[in-house]
Each structure stands twice: as structure tokens, then as C-alpha cells.
């Protein structure tokens, strides 16, 4: 099985922090270099083809996979259960970019020997069998019965595979129109190509810290090597080591020479210390704790990429309630990362919004909405309706704040054009609206 993992929302503002996060001041008024995030462009072959091994040759749990498997011939994709009413667009969009940015031979509707079905299931029945996942894929099984009868069994098992014919992406029925096109950019194409994870990579859906939603430029260049000619299921990884660098020259050839680059793993103890802190087993304090643990192994491997800033990000979201100040220099460690990191502008979107809630609890409207307007492109260029939704809300009620009430409504409509994609239902729109209020009030009683 592969699986989109459960971690709280980043869209989720910081709105049920106790009264002492919503009295506090921001530690640094200056909220922070101004400049955009580097773009990422493509990296180099040599570190192409490391991620790609990386990615082909494990899953997410650190199993390492005998071979390189793959579809070989067209490839069919059909839609079932409950089916959401967004869902077959969204397919359709997502089938159409395969095609075009990464040279796949697949398409909607029955038809091909090799298929990917997609199967809608109420969440509640999905997450008592499998309770950490938002959705998942499973190699060889038909359906929801059929998963179950194979579970833990070698027809279902990924390392068993000598070819890919068939798998089953699992996804709630009950979703918003965004997490469910969320499911459907990062199962698909796990069922194609990489079923490993990398914390890592900042450019890519194949992170488990789910910034990326939608797939990217990097993930399409790493599945069109997948299908390349030069490859085929079965093959070892030193076979397929050997192939990428006439692949990579091929269709990244401004990507220079292929040449090894160091190892750069990321530990388990990192990757089971993040689990812990963002996981439905552990509470409170233990998982507060868990983040702190991963802050301090970063720290220790000396990393300055997306790994330190994750953990950082995960200790912010943990903080909140019972020690704000933590949480403020966590969010602000974490912004330090990401703006330095290419490819990283969504994450550092998401930090902003968190620094923006800060700051219109603290009353300070000026600096809440000069966050939100940092951060609204790259929400927009990621397609993150709840993202930009919440962003909006937050502009508005800092507007409010300033008495510009021809802004504030403004702003309230740019957020409804978003928030019923991003949330999916109204009560889940109001409630994220009256968080946000809650969080000017409170600013409002500081001034």
C-alpha cells in the first residue's frame, strides 16, 4: 500500500491557540526578507538520477523493492462507488497533463489491458480500516471487498511485483472537491511511478509533509523517465542506474552530465519522530516532544533544507496552544528555510499565514495583511483553495481592523470564490470564518 499520510491541515490557521498566543506580539516586526521564493528549476542529471533511485527502489516505510516496475503499454483509468461531482473533471485534467508533460499513453473510460481504478469509499469506513491515511493505492485488487480479502498478502504487496497491470486508488467519497483532486495528482501517480517519499525534495507531491498538492514540473520530469524507452519492469537497480543518464540527457538535456553524488538519507529516527509528533497515536506533550526531536536531528545532520523546515513548522503547529513564543520562533525558523530553498514558495505560503494570524491577534493589521499579500501568489500558483480561502478571510478582517470596509468586502469575496472548493461544505466555511474573526476580536482588544 502507499498512502497520502494524515497531518494536520497547513491550511489550518492558528485560531484555537489559548488567549496568551492571541495576546502575544510578534518578536520580529520586520516579518522577515520581503523578496519571493527562489523558483526551482530543474535540478542537475546527476541529482535527477539519485532521486529518481531513491524514489523507485523503496517504499515510504524504508522496504527497499527488489525491481523497478512500471506499466508496460497503454493505460486505462476508470472511476467508481459514489463517485463526487468534481471528480470526473478533475480526472480529466490530470489525465490530460500525463499525456502532454510527461508522454503517457493513458486515458479515461474502460479499455486498456492495463488499468487504474478509482475507488470512492465513505471516510469513515476507510479510516477504521486504515486510519493514517487520506487515501491510498494498492497494487492487484478490483475493489473495496477485494482490498480487504487481499490485505497483507502477497498479491497486494508492491515488493512482490515483477510488472504493474492493475491498482486501486482509494479515496473518501465525502471530501472536498480539493482533497479529493489532492488524492487523485499524488495516488495516480504513485500507482505509475515512485511509491517512495522523500522529506527532501521541496519541489514535489512525493513528500510526506503534503505542501505540494498538485503534481509539479519536477514530478511529471521524473514519470516521464519512468516510461522511458531505455527502461522496463524488472530491472535492478544498478541496470536502471545505468540507463538514466542516457534518459535524463534525453529529456533534461541542459541537466549536464550524470556523475554520483553523496548519499543524502534521511534517518529513520527523524522520520519516526515526525510521524509521532503529526499522528493520531500520540497527544499532547508526547507529540510537542516528538517535534522537538525532530528540530534537534536536523539540527544535528546539519540540515538547511525542507527536512529542518518541516520539523520546525511541525513543532509551530504543535506549539500553539500551550507555549506561543515557541511557536512564533518555530514559524519563524521554519519562513527563514523555506524563503532561502527553491521550489519551496508554498511552504513558505503557508508559514505566512500563520505569522498573518499572529499578527491579527496581536493587532497589528498592517503586518497581517503585508503577509497575506506576500503569500497569495504562491497559493494561487499551487491551486490551494483552502490556503487561499483562509488568506483572504485573514485580509479582510485585517482590513476591518483599519475600518477599510470596501477592502474587507472585497477580500470576503475573493475567499468565497475559494473557500467551497477548499472546505467543501458551508458549515466547514463558516466555521473557518468565525476562527478568523475570533482572531481580529482578540487583536482588537489589544489596541
Same mark, same amino acid.
Given at each position: 500500500?502507499?498512502? =497520502?499520510?494524515?497531518?494536520?491541515?497547513?491550511?489550518?490557521?492558528?485560531?484555537?491557540?489559548?488567549?496568551?498566543?492571541?495576546?502575544?506580539?510578534?518578536?520580529?516586526?520586520?516579518?522577515?526578507?520581503?523578496?519571493?521564493?527562489?523558483?526551482?528549476?530543474?535540478?542537475?542529471?546527476?541529482?535527477?538520477?539519485?532521486? +529518481?533511485?531513491?524514489?523507485? +527502489?523503496?517504499?515510504?516505510?524504508?522496504?527497499?523493492?527488489?525491481?523497478?516496475?512500471?506499466?508496460?503499454?497503454?493505460?486505462?483509468?476508470?472511476?467508481?462507488?459514489?463517485?463526487?461531482?468534481?471528480?470526473?473533471?478533475?480526472?480529466?485534467?490530470?489525465?490530460?497533463?500525463?499525456?502532454?508533460?510527461?508522454?503517457?499513453?493513458?486515458?479515461?473510460?474502460?479499455?486498456?489491458?492495463?488499468? $487504474?481504478?478509482?475507488?470512492?469509499?465513505?471516510?469513515?469506513?476507510?479510516?477504521?480500516?486504515?486510519?493514517?491515511?487520506? =487515501?491510498?493505492?494498492?497494487?492487484?485488487?478490483?475493489?473495496?471487498?477485494?482490498?480487504?480479502?487481499?490485505?497483507?498478502?502477497?498479491?497486494?504487496?508492491?515488493?512482490?511485483?515483477?510488472?504493474?497491470?492493475?491498482?486501486?486508488?482509494?479515496?473518501?467519497?465525502?471530501?472536498?472537491?480539493?482533497?479529493?483532486?489532492? =488524492?487523485?495528482?499524488?495516488?495516480?501517480?504513485?500507482?505509475?511511478?515512485?511509491?517512495?517519499?522523500?522529506?527532501?525534495?521541496?519541489?514535489?507531491?512525493?513528500?510526506?509533509?503534503?505542501?505540494?498538492?498538485?503534481?509539479?514540473?519536477?514530478?511529471?520530469?521524473?514519470?516521464?523517465?519512468?516510461?522511458?524507452?531505455?527502461?522496463?519492469?524488472?530491472?535492478?537497480?544498478?541496470?536502471?542506474?545505468?540507463?538514466?543518464?542516457?534518459? +535524463? @540527457?534525453?529529456?533534461?538535456?541542459?541537466?549536464? @552530465?550524470?556523475?554520483?553524488?553523496?548519499?543524502?538519507?534521511?534517518?529513520?529516527?527523524?522520520?519516526?519522530? $515526525?510521524?509521532?509528533?503529526?499522528?493520531?497515536?500520540?497527544?499532547?506533550?508526547?507529540?510537542?516532544?516528538?517535534?522537538?526531536?525532530?528540530?534537534?536531528?536536523?539540527?544535528?545532520?546539519?540540515?538547511?533544507?525542507?527536512?529542518?523546515?518541516?520539523?520546525?513548522?511541525?513543532?509551530?503547529?504543535?506549539?500553539?496552544? *500551550?507555549?506561543?513564543?515557541?511557536?512564533?520562533?518555530?514559524?519563524?525558523?521554519?519562513?527563514?528555510?523555506?524563503?532561502?530553498?527553491?521550489?519551496?514558495?508554498?511552504?513558505?505560503?503557508?508559514?505566512?499565514?500563520?505569522?498573518?494570524? +499572529?499578527?491579527?491577534?496581536?493587532?497589528?493589521?498592517?503586518?497581517? $495583511?503585508?503577509?497575506?499579500?506576500?503569500?497569495?501568489?504562491?497559493?494561487?500558483?499551487?491551486?490551494?483553495?483552502?490556503?487561499?480561502?483562509?488568506?483572504?478571510? $485573514?485580509?479582510?478582517?485585517?482590513?476591518?481592523?483599519?475600518?477599510?470596509?470596501?477592502?474587507?468586502?472585497?477580500?470576503?469575496?475573493?475567499?468565497?470564490?475559494?473557500?467551497?472548493?477548499?472546505?467543501?461544505? *458551508?458549515?466547514?466555511?463558516?466555521?473557518?470564518?468565525?476562527?478568523?474573526?475570533?482572531?481580529?476580536?482578540?487583536?482588537?482588544?489589544?489596541?
Amino acid at each position: 500500500m502507499s498512502a =497520502c499520510t494524515v497531518t494536520p491541515p497547513p491550511e489550518a490557521p492558528t485560531t484555537r491557540a489559548s488567549s496568551a498566543a492571541i495576546a502575544l506580539p510578534l518578536a520580529d516586526p520586520t516579518l522577515g526578507a520581503r523578496d519571493p521564493v527562489p523558483r526551482a528549476g530543474l535540478p542537475s542529471n546527476a541529482a535527477l538520477t539519485r532521486d +529518481f533511485l531513491e524514489l523507485s +527502489f523503496a517504499l515510504e516505510s524504508g522496504r527497499a523493492l527488489p525491481r523497478f516496475t512500471r506499466f508496460e503499454g497503454p493505460i486505462s483509468i476508470t472511476l467508481s462507488g459514489p463517485v463526487p461531482a468534481t471528480a470526473p473533471r478533475e480526472l480529466e485534467r490530470l489525465v490530460a497533463r500525463l499525456r502532454s508533460e510527461a508522454g503517457l499513453d493513458i486515458s479515461t473510460g474502460a479499455g486498456a489491458a492495463n488499468r $487504474i481504478t478509482v475507488e470512492f469509499v465513505p471516510k469513515r469506513q476507510m479510516q477504521a480500516e486504515v486510519p493514517n491515511a487520506a =487515501c491510498f493505492v494498492v497494487p492487484n485488487v478490483t475493489g473495496w471487498a477485494d482490498y480487504r480479502a487481499a490485505r497483507r498478502t502477497p498479491r497486494a504487496d508492491w515488493a512482490a511485483l515483477a510488472t504493474r497491470t492493475a491498482a486501486t486508488v482509494f479515496v473518501p467519497s465525502d471530501s472536498a472537491p480539493q482533497e479529493v483532486r489532492d =488524492c487523485l495528482h499524488e495516488e495516480i501517480s504513485q500507482a505509475l511511478g515512485p511509491l517512495n517519499d522523500l522529506y527532501r525534495l521541496p519541489d514535489t507531491v512525493w513528500n510526506d509533509d503534503n505542501f505540494h498538492t498538485v503534481l509539479t514540473r519536477y514530478d511529471m520530469t521524473i514519470l516521464r523517465a519512468s516510461y522511458a524507452p531505455e527502461l522496463r519492469s524488472g530491472m535492478s537497480q544498478p541496470e536502471v542506474a545505468a540507463a538514466l543518464p542516457k534518459v +535524463f @540527457a534525453r529529456i533534461n538535456p541542459a541537466g549536464g @552530465a550524470v556523475a554520483r553524488l553523496r548519499e543524502d538519507p534521511t534517518p529513520r529516527p527523524y522520520i519516526a519522530a $515526525i510521524e509521532r509528533a503529526l499522528g493520531a497515536k500520540a497527544r499532547g506533550a508526547r507529540r510537542t516532544a516528538a517535534a522537538q526531536e525532530a528540530v534537534q536531528i536536523a539540527a544535528g545532520q546539519g540540515w538547511t533544507d525542507t527536512r529542518a523546515g518541516f520539523a520546525w513548522f511541525a513543532l509551530g503547529r504543535l506549539s500553539m496552544k *500551550d507555549d506561543p513564543q515557541t511557536a512564533l520562533r518555530a514559524f519563524l525558523n521554519a519562513g527563514a528555510i523555506y524563503r532561502a530553498t527553491p521550489g519551496a514558495g508554498i511552504q513558505a505560503a503557508h508559514v505566512d499565514m500563520q505569522l498573518a494570524a +499572529f499578527a491579527l491577534s496581536a493587532g497589528r493589521a498592517q503586518d497581517a $495583511i503585508a503577509l497575506v499579500n506576500r503569500s497569495l501568489s504562491a497559493a494561487l500558483e499551487e491551486e490551494n483553495a483552502a490556503l487561499m480561502a483562509t488568506l483572504y478571510l $485573514i485580509r479582510a478582517e485585517a482590513y476591518e481592523t483599519l475600518g477599510h470596509t470596501a477592502e474587507a468586502a472585497q477580500a470576503r469575496l475573493d475567499s468565497a470564490q475559494w473557500a467551497r472548493y477548499g472546505f467543501g461544505s *458551508d458549515a466547514a466555511v463558516r466555521a473557518r470564518a468565525a476562527e478568523v474573526a475570533a482572531l481580529a476580536d482578540a487583536g482588537a482588544r489589544m489596541n
